[in-house]
């Protein structure tokens, strides 16, 4: 069994500094309190964010690859008979950070630009980010001779 835990620092660092931004502008130029709800809400939606998408786990186990974003609403679950093939890749630096959906299909990633590119049996792909690509994908490739 594979399980590994990414953290995006970087992401973090970004979404902590908007809310620390907002925070300090709203000390500083001390709003109308008609304002203060926006910029509550928004400074709560950035702390929502660090939590939904701060870091990724990668579990390999018998039955599946299973893919989760901070505290796992956002999550995805492939089978390891569903895959075809594994591969690690390297992503550009502009396809981010993320969920994001590029010409091989989505990508979730929260650090780096390494990867494993998983092709699956009905055609599609989809990556995962990692620092660790060469482990990840000889995890899968175990289950999947297995």
């Known amino acids: 069994m594979y399980k590994h835990t990414q953290t995006g620092w970087m992401v973090i660092g970004g979404l902590v500094a908007g809310i620390i931004f907002i925070a300090a502008t709203g000390i500083y130029f001390k709003p109308k309190p008609e304002t203060w709800f926006p910029l509550s809400l928004t400074m709560g939606l950035l702390a929502v964010m660090v939590l939904l998408f701060g870091w990724l786990t990668v579990t390999v186990d018998y039955e599946a690859v299973r893919i989760r974003f901070g505290i796992g609403l ?3 679950t492939i089978r390891v ?3 075809r093939g ?3 890749v390297r992503n550009k630096w502009y396809y981010g950070w993320g969920l994001r959906i590029g010409p091989w299909g989505p990508l979730y990633n929260v650090s780096g630009l390494d990867a494993v590119e ?3 049996k009905d055609g599609s792909r989809f990556r995962i980010g990692t620092d660790e690509p060469d482990l990840l994908a000889n995890a899968i490739r ?3 001779a297995a």
């Open 74 to 76: 956002v999550r995805k």
């Open 81 to 83: 008979v569903a895959i």
């Open 86 to 88: 594994v591969v690690p």
């Open 118 to 120: 998983i092709a699956n």
């Open 142 to 144: 175990m289950r999947i």
